[in-house]
């Protein structure tokens, strides 16, 4: 038992899920200049396609998009997902990609893919760990200069 809770995200709660990503690699990268973040967390949540891991006291573990279908209309797409500084380490990436994973299989998905950069090498391990391979990289995808890794994970494959 993870202890973690999975909720669809309400946009009272907005600012919090962006402090999860605060201080980030990607943070640096992507978000620290405007807000695009909060844009893009906004739309996310009216699209319904935010989700967060919730402790037993309600505080914010982490937060995911997940956007079904979103890869070439075939599977579950992991668009974004990040755990709040002090969880980190504790199991709620884990429990994210877990709930991720079953929506998926829920879907009929066959498999599940993200993108992840270059850059970001501790997530890159993090999905290796569970089981995802690199399909390919597509050099400056978002950001010149930044290649993203295609990651892929079959379903009905056991975690490492
Ligand atoms: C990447 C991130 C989501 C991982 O979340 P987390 O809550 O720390 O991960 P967990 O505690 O659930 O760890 C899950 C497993 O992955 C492994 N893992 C986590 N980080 C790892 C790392 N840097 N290297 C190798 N393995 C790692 C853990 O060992 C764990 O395995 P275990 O359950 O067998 O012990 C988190 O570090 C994060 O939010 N980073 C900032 C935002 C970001 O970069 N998001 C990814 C954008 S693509």
Same mark, same amino acid.
């Given at each position: 038992?993870?202890? #973690?809770?999975?909720?669809?995200?309400?946009?009272? =709660? @907005? %600012?919090?899920?962006?402090?999860?990503? /605060?201080?980030?690699?990607? !943070?640096? /990268?992507?978000?620290?200049?405007? +807000? =695009?973040?909060? =844009?893009?967390? /906004?739309?996310?949540?009216?699209?319904?396609? @935010?989700?967060?891991?919730?402790?037993?006291?309600?505080?914010?573990?982490?937060?995911?998009?997940?956007?079904? +279908?979103?890869?070439?209309?075939?599977?579950?797409?992991?668009?974004?997902?990040?755990?709040?500084?002090?969880?980190?380490?504790?199991?709620? *990436?884990?429990?994210?990609? *877990?709930? #991720?994973?079953?929506?998926?299989?829920?879907?009929?998905?066959? =498999?599940?893919?993200?993108?992840?950069?270059?850059? +970001?090498?501790?997530?890159?391990?993090?999905?290796?760990? @569970?089981?995802? !391979?690199?399909?390919?990289?597509?050099?400056?995808?978002?950001?010149?200069?930044?290649?993203?890794?295609?990651?892929?994970? %079959?379903?009905?494959?056991?975690?490492?």
């Amino acid at each position: 038992m993870s202890g #973690f809770t999975l909720s669809v995200c309400s946009i009272s =709660r @907005l %600012e919090e899920y962006v402090d999860v990503f /605060r201080g980030s690699s990607i !943070w640096d /990268r992507y978000f620290s200049d405007g +807000n =695009r973040l909060q =844009r893009s967390l /906004r739309k996310a949540v009216e699209r319904e396609e @935010l989700w967060c891991a919730l402790t037993p006291a309600g505080k914010i573990a982490g937060v995911m998009r997940v956007v079904p +279908n979103g890869f070439c209309g075939l599977y579950h797409y992991l668009s974004l997902i990040g755990t709040s500084p002090l969880a980190r380490g504790t199991g709620a *990436g884990r429990f994210l990609m *877990g709930e #991720f994973e079953s929506m998926a299989r829920e879907g009929g998905s066959v =498999r599940t893919c993200l993108l992840v950069s270059d850059f +970001n090498v501790q997530a890159i391990d993090f999905y290796k760990a @569970l089981g995802y !391979w690199e399909l390919g990289i597509i050099p400056d995808a978002v950001k010149s200069g930044i290649s993203e890794h295609v990651m892929l994970k %079959e379903l009905d494959s056991v975690e490492a």
